[in-house]
């Protein structure tokens, strides 16, 4: 079993289970992060064609790119039950986008998005990062997101309706890094 470069290891009170965070350095554990996004459990809705070719792909990219990352959990049998991602913007000025953030089911809400965002965020500082976008769905299931969002100090700063499909918009948040 391997960990990040700095060992991070941890074990919260609500989950019975040790679960490891690992940081994607080859392609084979792009490729596993790959699969996972797209799987059924990883999402609350489908995903967009767009969103899709992302997560298809965007994992494997960022093993090129300094300033994009992923990170995965894994519980005891070595299956992954979270990832998230991050990437700087297109305007390559220290902005920064969150690509996924997304949980299995079956281990939501035991601290362990809480624990993926937290490396991402030292990441971004590590970056000398400015700022932190986020976007997620308006549907009633991602409710929780937008809530732990404003909980973290993001505003809210757009919301654009029928962007992901007719029926489902956005929401985008917004953080200085400088804020904590």
């Known amino acids: 079993m391997h960990h990040l470069p700095k060992g991070i290891n941890f074990n919260y009170a ?15 554990e792009a490729k596993r992060v790959s699969g996972f996004l797209l799987s059924q459990g990883s999402f609350g809705s489908r995903l967009t064609p767009g969103e899709a070719e992302m997560a298809r792909n965007h994992p494997l990219v960022s093993l090129q790119e300094e300033k994009s990352r992923y990170w995965y ?55 000398k990062g400015r700022y932190l976008l986020i976007d997620t769905s308006d549907r009633e299931e991602y409710e929780t997101i937008r809530l732990f969002l404003q909980s973290r100090g993001f505003l809210q700063v757009g919301y654009f309706p029928d962007h992901y499909y007719q029926g489902e918009g956005t929401y985008w948040y917004y953080k200085k890094m400088n804020d904590n």
């Open 73 to 127: 959990v894994e519980n005891e049998v070595g299956e992954i039950i979270g990832v998230n991602g991050v990437k700087e913007d297109e305007h390559k000025n220290s902005g920064y986008t969150g690509a996924f953030l997304a949980v299995s089911r079956k281990y939501r809400k035991k601290g362990i998005a809480r624990r993926l965002f937290d490396i991402m965020l030292d990441f971004i500082r590590e970056k």
């Open 14 to 28: 609500e989950v019975e289970e040790l679960l490891n965070v690992f940081e994607v350095t080859t392609v084979d």
